[in-house]
């Protein structure tokens, strides 16, 4: 009998987990598993904080498809179209024309976008928050302004340089302040033009609190943290304007900042628009508690869904209810998603995905954080330290885990490395300009720029 052919799309939370326990539970004879992404990793999203602080090395966040899929076919390009009237998906390879590629099971796992809002000049100004070369980018701006706060004379470019805006008060957006900020604060040991009260943190919430996955006790508790830390912290605000780096926000106040981080929620990839599944009205996948893809009272055969992009009811909850788009729900998701395409391959039937959401850990910074994990509430040291054994624990492979214990480590003994390495971002330009013939046009050109590679 020829094996079926189970295409992945997507290589994040849910698709490396699934597409490994597939591996690893079918027979070469029975099943053969593709996998589709433009990465050639998967990014675990929650070590991002800590990889843009410098806690841990960059890459050692993120976990490589090809050594870990061993027995799946990796194809290193994007799904452009899904027609599973045909069960056929479209490929455009990272170079090359597109390709079509038939499946008998289809795993759409594409994850999510950061949602943005028509704010004039965020577009041009802002970064987001949910890639490693996002994380990267923002440690090294943040290490350039304090070069140029260091260097001018001017007091305005000083200040402007030394303002930090993060908009979103969920976890990415705690998180990617706390460290930050502490990682500028240690950096100013080595500034001595520069003072701790020199830096303006701001956090822009739009509603009247933080950290909503907690209790209202958490969340207050984290911003009286910052507040010690003189931090800015604007609830209740929205962010309206940020043309030319002139931050407006709702309470009238106006400021200019040189660093504004958008952390204010994800939406379902846009690629779900280019297929023939059911959505719903947020755009993302209809699915039943089995994770199999439903259109009203029908079962779409051979179509499965998972993580941030899905619909998956909450049996926990009362009817109606959702899981929410976290990590935690996405590896459990995908582990009973491959459970259930490995039953129905061999004539089974699927069971259906119920987890109580166990809790929520945040880090604030280095030896700081707030936790609460089944009705137990941590907060200090001993809820930065579940943080990590938590995050260390669900990070793919040993090889990862020893690297991120070993970053650990050797952070009890050395000092954190303050180093920007801003060429990253423009590695050419210096080429560029020594091989201009005298007397020309020394500037970059578009394709110059436009062909960095941000990958570590």
Not at 13 to 29: D, E, I, M, P, T
Not at 157 to 176: K, M, N, S, W
Not at 351 to 379: M, N, P
Not at 398 to 418: P, T
Request: proline share 7%; with cysteine.
């Amino acid at each position: 009998m020829k094996p079926q052919r189970i295409l992945v799309v997507g290589a994040g939370h849910v698709g490396l987990y699934a597409a490994l326990r597939l591996s690893k539970k079918l027979r070469s004879r029975e099943a053969e598993v593709i996998v589709v992404d433009p990465q050639p990793h998967m990014t675990y999203q929650p070590f991002l904080p800590e990889a843009a602080a410098g806690n841990i090395s960059p890459r050692h966040s993120v976990v490589p498809l090809r050594r870990e899929l061993r027995r799946c076919q990796i194809v290193s390009g994007t799904v452009t179209r899904i027609e599973h009237a045909r069960k056929t998906a479209t490929v455009q390879p990272i170079i090359g024309p597109p390709r079509e590629i038939g499946y008998d099971h289809v795993i759409v796992a594409p994850g999510s976008v950061s949602r943005t809002l028509p704010i004039p000049g965020l577009r041009e100004n802002g970064i987001g928050f949910k890639t490693i070369g996002e994380a990267i980018y923002l440690r090294n701006h943040v290490l350039d302004r304090l070069d140029v706060a260091a260097a001018t004379t001017d007091p305005e470019t000083r200040r402007c340089a030394l303002t930090f805006v993060f908009v979103g008060g969920g976890y990415a957006g705690i998180e990617a302040l706390a460290e930050m900020e502490d990682m500028a604060r240690d950096a100013l040991k080595y500034y001595p033009e520069l003072k701790p009260e020199d830096m303006r943190w701001v956090l822009v919430e739009a509603t009247q609190r933080v950290l909503p996955e907690v209790d209202r006790d958490m969340g207050a508790y984290t911003v009286a943290q910052l507040l010690k830390r003189d931090m800015d912290i604007r609830l209740d605000t929205r962010l309206e304007s940020c043309v030319d780096g002139l931050v407006r926000l709702s309470d009238g106040d106006s400021f200019r900042a040189d660093t504004i981080v958008w952390t204010a929620g994800v939406k379902p990839s846009p690629m779900l628009e280019q297929t023939d599944l059911p959505r719903d009205n947020r755009g993302r996948i209809s699915c039943l508690p089995t994770l199999q893809v439903v259109d009203g009272d029908r079962i779409v055969e051979g179509a499965w869904s998972a993580g941030d992009c899905a619909a998956v009811p909450d049996l926990t909850k009362p009817p109606g209810e959702y899981c929410s788009p976290s990590a935690q729900h996405a590896v459990r998701q995908a582990a009973l998603m491959a459970d259930n395409i490995r039953a129905v391959i061999r004539g089974g039937t699927p069971v259906d995905y119920k987890h109580k959401h166990a809790g929520s850990v945040a880090s604030l910074g280095l030896h700081k954080g707030v936790a609460q994990v089944y009705g137990i509430k941590l907060k200090g040291l001993p809820a930065w330290f579940m943080h990590r054994t938590y995050h260390m624990s669900r990070i793919p492979s040993l090889n990862r885990k020893v690297r991120v214990v070993v970053d650990w480590s050797l952070a009890f003994f050395l000092r954190r490395e303050v180093v920007a390495l801003g060429q990253l971002h423009d590695p050419r330009e210096e080429f560029v300009e020594a091989a201009a013939p005298a007397g020309g046009d020394t500037r970059p050109t578009a394709g110059t720029r436009a062909g960095v590679d941000s990958r570590v």
